[in-house]
């Protein structure tokens, strides 16, 4: 498939995964209809944009096996395989794929839902993607980060832009949930120094306290590290 529209929605569809997403898929495919086999190479498009968009509360909810259950009420549970035969249950799908990403399409992690917290970033990444025939979702690989912008914001009172440092990554070793951060960030701010070191002025004269009054330029770096679902933010200037 050329050009192949993999995804196309807005958050109102579905507030986990969103965006458009366009791929050139080569797809090997074996098995049966009712539990095909799936091998893929993908390259993502330029241009593609994904929102990744992860609440605790969607955690819990997507970390629950047997959602849904058939149940007699009058006496045992009936599986599914006792109301339709197995020969046209389909049983899902075995897939393996390798996605290839360039810089050239974006993808925006929303930490935060409620403050809007959010990374946004372009880079380089070749991950492995594996769907079993249960739903299980497993995800390898490191997204190098080219450049990007976080959005940082402390509780209302303060939202700050740092732009995110090349070099920084994101990287997943399985379950498609628990990505682990490694990001650095900056921001230049003008502010008066006099905070900072008030404590050792106490025998400064009016000179060296309007000296310390003005504004000079302060670059904060923002480190971002941990797992995605707890990031450990640090700060130093």
Known sequence: AKNFLVLN???KDNSLFYGQLRADILAEINGSSIRPDLDMDLVINEGSELTYE?????YKVLDHDNIVK???TNQKEISTSEIIPDSVVFQGINLNANIDISDKSSLTIVIDPITQDKLFVKGNA???LIINEKGDIDLAGKYDVSEGIYDFSFYKLVKREFVIEKGS??????DILDARLDVKASNLVEAAPIDLVINQLANASQEE???YRQRLPFLVILNIDGQLLEPEVSFKI
């Open 209 to 211: 306290l309007n000296r």
């Open 9 to 11: 929605t807005e958050r």
């Open 126 to 128: 070749a991950l492995t």
């Open 169 to 174: 990554s994101i990287l997943w070793t399985g």
């Open 54 to 58: 992860l609440p605790e509360t969607e």
């Open 70 to 72: 058939f149940v007699n």
